[in-house]
């Protein structure tokens, strides 16, 4: 009894939360809208330097003319489908905790997309009469196509949580969703590093590249054991072992990715951005396996029988 007191108390949280959140976020996403002329240019300018930095910082090599020109028109339409998408995100979350059918699905992504694309619609209007500038249709498309990716990708996730639920559930998820953290993690430390030591020379690439390395080893450790497949090591001998495991699958996926990297980009000639991802493809998928069959592989437990939850 106690324990649905609390599961009601938490439910009507976060109702709140995600309520407040959609709020705060329409305001926001108003007050982006009046800004002026020159607040916004310089404000783009930031968002485009910033993804440009990243991306040189990922691929290795500078960015074309071509490319950053592409960057700059892309910069004001994609803050727009992100900023409407996270507001129909939080709508159809807060809708979906409001249900009384969990498995509903249908209205949380009509709430979504309808207050979405209506908040939208009236930013757009107010612009000529506060501002002087023309009426907005291309931007209010664009919002609409943000909230559109949100709510319609919410929808059919959870539609392929019923569907296939062994290979949508809990852990999957959680484990993309943490592999995508580990990435930003080893990013961030790599650029950190070659701040505070610098990259002019190949010994000092390779010093950043492995700090990055390490750290983003044993965040993915922690929170694979902790979140993903909550392993449990009965003594320090078997958490010693599943920690060595741990890091020789590391080791050898590593191996992995620049085999592929070296096979894709100096033998077949394939792009090097798209030559990364589809290795980091292939390396994640490795990582899985090694994972959830070798080293947190929990016998007698209801995860090895096939049964892994859901969310």
């Known amino acids: 009894m106690d324990r649905e007191i609390t599961a009601s108390k938490n439910r009507h949280y976060a109702i709140y939360l995600t309520g ?16 002026s002329e020159r607040t916004a240019v310089g404000g783009l300018a930031a968002v485009t ?15 074309s003319a071509g490319t950053t020109c592409l960057l700059e028109r892309l910069a004001g339409p994609a803050c727009l489908a992100v900023g409407y998408g996270l507001l129909s995100l939080l709508i159809w979350t807060a809708s979906r ?40 249709l291309p931007g209010w498309l664009w919002a609409g196509a943000g909230a559109l990716c949100a709510a319609g990708g919410l929808a059919l996730f959870f539609w392929l949580l019923r569907r296939f639920p062994r290979v949508v559930n809990r852990e999957t998820v959680s484990y993309v969703v943490f592999g995508a953290l580990t990435t930003l993690v080893n990013i ?24 990055a390395w390490v750290v983003s080893v044993l965040f993915a450790y922690v929170v694979n054991k902790l979140f993903v497949f909550q392993s449990r090591t009965g003594s320090r001998k078997a958490a010693l072992r599943e920690f060595g495991l741990f890091v020789g699958a590391r080791i050898f996926s590593y191996v992995v990715d620049v085999a592929c990297m070296v096979l894709m980009v100096n033998v077949i000639h394939v792009n090097e951005a ?37 969310i």
């Open 274 to 310: 798209a030559a990364k991802v589809a290795a980091n493809v292939v390396v994640m998928v490795m990582n899985y396996f090694f994972s959830r069959w070798i080293i947190f592989r929990q016998k007698g437990t209801d995860s090895e029988k096939g049964n892994e939850g859901s």
């Open 188 to 211: 961030a430390v790599y650029l950190a590093a070659a701040a505070a030591f610098g990259s002019s020379q190949a010994l000092l690439t390779t010093l950043n590249n492995s700090i």
């Open 20 to 35: 407040a959140g959609a709020v705060l976020t329409a305001l926001l996403l108003l007050l982006a809208s009046l800004l």
């Open 97 to 136: 905790l409001r249900d009384s059918q969990p498995a509903a699905v249908a209205r949380p992504t009509l709430l979504a997309l309808g207050g979405a694309w209506s908040w939208a619609a009236l930013n757009r209007l107010l612009l000529p009469p506060l501002t002087g500038r023309a009426l907005d």
């Open 49 to 63: 330097a910033a993804v440009r930095f990243v991306c040189e910082a990922v691929t290795g090599s500078p960015l």
